[in-house]
């Protein structure tokens, strides 16, 4: 079990290495193959009518000049060892693993990104709880009531939960029941605070977010417990648990939603994986001020630390929810053995 | 939108190109619009469309309460002396005091410079090459250390290192007469400045200029010039917590988050005729969705939107048709032209005919479209000052028919004696990315087609529109861009600042970048050069009319519209005005109900 972590915990390294050379190479090496100067480049940090002067020194500062193995070899020092920046009348050390610096604010990222956690974290397991207790529940009262009017209902909304996009329903959200008309029951438009703060606030500020991303997920968890279900419910060992005697409840929650488990541990692992790494829209949609939204005014920014910064951690969080959905398989079904 | 600046190099040097400007800035009040009160007092205005454009809506004295904020961008830089946005010069006066400010009243006396650190307006010695500033007394910073001159100096000294603070514009650097080689306060520490700047005593600052510069005091009231503490500059990092010398202070700074304003205690009333400092304080959230930011605003929940640049399109629709919340609405007009340069350099475009044919012809109606009508685009315009600049005159040298659709029969006689009465074929470039831009061009391509002129659409990448394509003399004529689709805003209302950089043929340059690709008239340059000395503000400001005059005349530039915003007042605010110094509300005096 323990060589079986530190083996993907290897591999964890190596995948985001290669995501870092990936994600430069993006940012940094197409736009010169594209015959983009390094002061064409600078040009964007300095503003539109700059003069050639302090394209130059931006171009300078920011180390375009250097070859690019040079400039990443110096982002992944940067990572391991730390890095130095001047501030003008000082120099400060960003120890490791400093993720560089923006080009626009002049600020280290790591620290701009984990102050972020808390609030894409207070939204993606908020909303991961509502959608994975009201998905799976909706899908097994589906699969045994198959046919019903429940089931069609529950389907139908499941499939517009699957379509309607997240700036679709957060917006018509925000207007119901956020800016005071007509049923207020949250927070009016995007707010955050923090939970230690005040958690009460804390809560009254996401329900709406919470419950909008919730929806986005709850329909497809919906759908994939129901299929999962009737699919389980039909195997022989559940006739087996049936013909013992067992309660329908045991057999349906102890046999038939385990079985079922599997493939929704799998997708839940993932989701909440890629929503760590940050919830783009919902966060925009919201302002919510978490990763999903540094990244996104990252990219409108062109701030390319930044953008580095973000996916490193959006790729640090996937890796992550792998290996523990991974871990997790042994426990949910104790024919899987972890070596 | 962003206040930039490209400097020329021209035969009067680069002190005239100084106040020069880019993209955003002042506004003007639409003429005809009422209004008569003053900040700070007159009759409450009714709450209705344009209540707040020349007078003070909701007049209160009433302390109290937080006002809240948010911008859907992230502040470019609270520095300042790096910061280059309309709406952060607006707010900055709340933490910190230039030598000379704004009048802080509305419409268009707002664009009338009075004292703030200083006791004074400068005076200038040496045929203006020379500005002197006494300090007045008892002004201290946050923690109680009396405001000297050399803070002032040092202030200026560290806005210098364009490398440490990138954004910011250089009309200080260009016009001082810093020492051979000077890199700033950080680089050159041990440089003497005193051929820029002297501080004879800890009241009094003198500016020398390489050359002499009669509008100095524009200058003055840039950001630059508020007092900066040496032993607590920490360079780049400085904007975390800029040391107050204003009202207020800041209490909490999220870079990219927001930031909350408190009362600076150190602030001394006595000192400062100019701030009422009415609420507690201020809570601003920065990165916020634009949209988001309108809906809070009409839901009473949010204050202002800093930005100021006006509401977004989703909110336009909803707010003009519907009455109530449309009377809770401001719509200036901002010191931004969108207009068509029209290259003599180009046959037959270097016929005066021709070009007065194209002026004839066009439909400014469509133009007005393009940018997206009456109330999100613009007002037409007849000339090039926008209304709020100081010595804007109203005339329309080419009147394109009763109903602004064109005068086809005009510009066909024109056509007539510019020797191609059947019309020419010319390109017409604009920015491809600029969709607003494009259908300008679409609009002019439809309407000079009646009379005959036919005109291709040449898109170019914005990112060099000027320095490869439009404004590169000597591309534009060998591909035959006679029209190129243009806009032009000032950093301040000022005529030089409006003008010198689109009418000024010095700043064209072989190798391109300037935006001036079309006005080449000597007498023009001569006219600027005799503005930009005088000191005498009622002498100079008819100058400006004259100049604007003489580019119509010439028929170089095809005004299109003077740009419009629409700005929400937000519930509950007091003393909302409408400055054409920024271009937006003045955030200065504001208060709670």
Redesign the interface.
Known sequence: MVTYIIRRLIWGVVMLAIVSMITFAIFFLVPRLAGATSE?LA?R???????A??VK??A??LGFNDPLVVQYGRFAKGIVAGADY?????V?HCPAPCLGYSF????PVWP?LL?RVPVTGSLAIGAAIIWLIAGVATGVISALRRGSLFDRAAMSVALAGVSLPIFFTG?VS??LF????PFAITA???SYTPFLTNPALWAYGLILPWITLAFLYAAGYARLTRSGMLETMNEDYIRTARAKGLTERVVVVKHGLRGALTPILTIFGLDLGLLMGGAVLTE????L?GIG??AI?AIV?QDLPKVMGVVLVAAFFVVLANLLVDLLYAVVDPRVRLA | MKRRTTLGVTALGAVLALGLSACGGGGAATPGQSGAASAGGGDAAKAEFNAALTQVFNPSDKKGGIIKLANAGDWDSLDPGDTYYGYSWDFIRLYGRSLVMFKPAPGKESAQLIPDLAESLGVPSDNAKTWTYKLKQGVKFEDGTPITSKDVKYGVERSFDKEVFPDGYTYFNDTLDWPKGYKGAYKSKDANTDSAIETPDDQTIVFHLKQPYSGFDYFAQLPATIPVPKDKDTGAKYKEHVISSGPYKFDKNEIGKGFTLVRNENWDPATDPNRKALPDGYEVTTNVNADDIDNRLLSGDLHLDIAGTGAQPATLGRVLTDPNLKAGTDNPTITRLWYTSVNGNVKPLDNIECRKAVQYAADKVAYQTAYGGEFSGGQIATSLLPPGIPGHEDFNLYPPGPDNHGDIAKAKEHLTACGQPNGFETNISYRAERPKEKAAAEALQQSLAKAGIKLTLKPFPQADYFALYAGKPGYAKDNKIGLAVNGWGADWPDGYGFLQQIVDSRVIRETGGSSNVSVRDPEVDKLLDQASLETDVAKREPMWAQIDRKVMEDAFILPGIWAKSLLIRGKGLTNVYYSDAFGMYDYLNMGLQ
């Open positions: 064409s040009a940090y300095v503003g539109r009518t700059a003069t002067e302090q020194l931006a300078e500062r001047s501030y003008g009348p000082t400060e626009l604010s002049r600020l701009d102050d917006i925000l207007v956020s800016y005071g008309r009016p438009g995007g925009s949609t919201f302002s001020p939204k540094y005014d920014n």
